[in-house]
């Protein structure tokens, strides 16, 4: 008996959308990386900030709430926006996003979100600014020091901070599983798993970066919590994928055994999760030492999580022979 | 106000692409670049085949993705006849109407904004047809309003055995065909 013919041809030929949809390159992980790794410095910060914590020393640091930390996100979150512009098509008319407010429109109300992270941090900022920027403008001293004497302050900027972070994290994701005609992406659970990729990429950074050793002991455990939520987010993400329509099942199988497989369970997973999260044991249980090794493995994984969710979901699609 | 919608006869479409070619010169679409196409699916197992052309382009959604996930109401639905379009200058070319579009209807113009099918409302607002159904050399494209019931689109589709494209993608298409 010959084998049954299913075959299905197109003349639209969209250099857009055939044969399957590219619209994002590189430009749109980079952002969701950026984005994500901002709101989780703001989270964690913010936290810090929330407990009242002050920076011990008398220059900018890494360490949490430090003014070199917000800093820091003011120039990644800044550096994501400029991705950001860079994929848009009709540039000139970027402005058009701040005459409305689409509350349906995930993109609308994320950039709003991103309006709000500037003064955010830069307020944060001003709680300990560096002294070169109190010397270009001396009137920074005297208001960031009643900022920064008044508990209220703090504690409230921290919240805020917390807020906002969780807000960019979780957007980060919302924005790609708002669109249904993406099986992959269609899934409540990639806000929650990119807002844990940010916290942990975050993380990692200050476990990195802090100049305090207790903070960077305190960073590593919380690392390793957020990369064991981050897994069974994955696990989560790919059951429920894999257990629904065809079209969700068959954007599943791209991770497991089609192109993707590969570099989401070695590139993802193992390096950028699994590897870091046992080097990070070892070194909190103190049978190794803490070396800059698994958070920029973190880091990368957190990038590479992106650039495969884009790039997968793009060819994930429903069936067109139906 | 008006539903429009359009009915195509898959019984009496032969792929002649004289929809396409009447689109691209009505709207000067880019080159490379349609808003309609036409698909040719086969199924079966030889020589027991059977074949479905049909003509294809935005479905103008009663629930279009494409208008709620645009972050600046650039892609909106039109007052009359509930046609999806999209306003160009405010279009930012964020290109997240392509990636919710479970068509794959709509393309990026070269000046940057993102561009589909517009029912040729330019012509259906003088009270012409779509220049794709004024030229169809075999009369399987029928277009008019689905919330009439005496339109020939309402009878078609209260007489005939007919689906849509996709119908569990949840969007409510506004395009039929006729089996």
């Known amino acids: ?322 | 106000m008006a539903r429009l919608g359009m009915v195509i006869d898959t019984r009496r479409c032969v792929g002649c692409m004289d929809c396409v070619v009447a689109c691209k010169t009505e709207n000067s679409t880019p080159e490379g670049m349609n808003r309609d196409w036409i698909t040719c699916a086969t199924r079966g197992r030889f020589p027991h085949l059977s074949m479905t052309i049909r003509s294809e382009r935005c479905n103008h959604c009663d629930e279009p993705p494409c208008v709620t996930c645009c972050p600046t109401g650039a892609s909106h639905v039109h007052e009359w006849g509930g046609v999806v379009l999209v306003a160009k200058e405010e279009c930012i070319g964020c290109k997240a109407c392509l990636a919710s579009c479970p068509y794959d209807a709509r393309y990026v113009n070269p000046d940057g904004y993102a561009d589909k099918c517009t029912f040729c409302i330019h012509r259906v607002e003088k009270g012409q047809d779509p220049a794709c159904v004024s030229v169809c050399p075999t009369r399987c494209m029928y277009f008019g309003d689905l919330d009439l019931p005496e339109s020939e689109v309402s009878r078609l589709l209260a007489s005939r055995k007919h689906h849509a494209v996709l119908p569990e993608a949840g969007t409510k298409p506004r395009i039929f065909y006729l089996e």
Do not use: C
Not at chain 1, 59 to 82: D, E, R, W
């Open chain 1, 1 to 322: 008996m010959s084998p049954a013919l299913s075959e299905f041809v197109t003349t639209a030929h969209s250099p857009a959308t055939d044969p399957h949809l590219h619209v994002w390159g590189w430009e749109i992980p980079v952002y969701l990386f950026l984005g994500g790794f901002t709101a989780g410095i703001m989270v964690l910060s913010g936290w810090a900030l929330w407990r009242g914590r002050r920076n011990a020393r008398s220059h900018p640091t890494f360490s949490l709430a430090s003014s070199g930390l917000f800093m820091l996100a003011l120039a990644t979150i800044s550096l994501g926006m400029l991705a950001l512009f860079l994929d848009l098509a009709h540039k000139p008319y970027v402005w058009r996003l701040y005459l409305t407010m689409k509350p349906w429109s995930p993109m609308s109300w994320g950039s709003w979100i991103l309006l709000l992270v500037y003064p955010v941090l830069v307020a944060a900022v001003l709680l300990e600014p560096p002294h070169r920027l109190v010397r270009l403008l001396p009137a920074i001293g005297p208001l960031s020091q009643r900022l920064a004497d008044d508990m209220r302050v703090r504690r409230g900027l921290g919240f805020v901070s917390m807020a906002t972070g969780i807000g960019l994290g979780i957007y980060t994701g919302i924005l790609l599983s708002a669109l249904g005609a993406r099986p992959l992406w269609s899934s409540g659970l990639l806000g929650p798993l990119f807002l844990a990729s940010g916290l942990s990429s975050s993380a990692a950074f200050a476990h990195w970066a802090s100049p305090e050793p207790d903070e960077r002991r305190q960073m590593a455990w919380l690392d390793n919590l957020f990369l064991v939520i981050e897994l069974g987010l994955i696990g989560m993400l790919l059951i429920g994928l894999a257990s629904s329509t065809e079209a969700h099942a068959e954007a599943a199988r791209l991770v497991l055994g089609g192109p993707y497989t590969a570099v989401f369970w070695v590139g993802v997973v193992g390096l950028g999760i699994v590897v870091p999260l046992v080097i990070q044991s070892l070194a909190v249980t103190h049978r190794i030492i803490h070396t800059p090794i698994a958070p920029i493995l973190v880091m990368l994984g957190g990038l590479a999580l992106r650039f495969v969710i884009v790039s997968a979901g793009q060819i994930s699609h429903w069936p067109r022979l139906s």
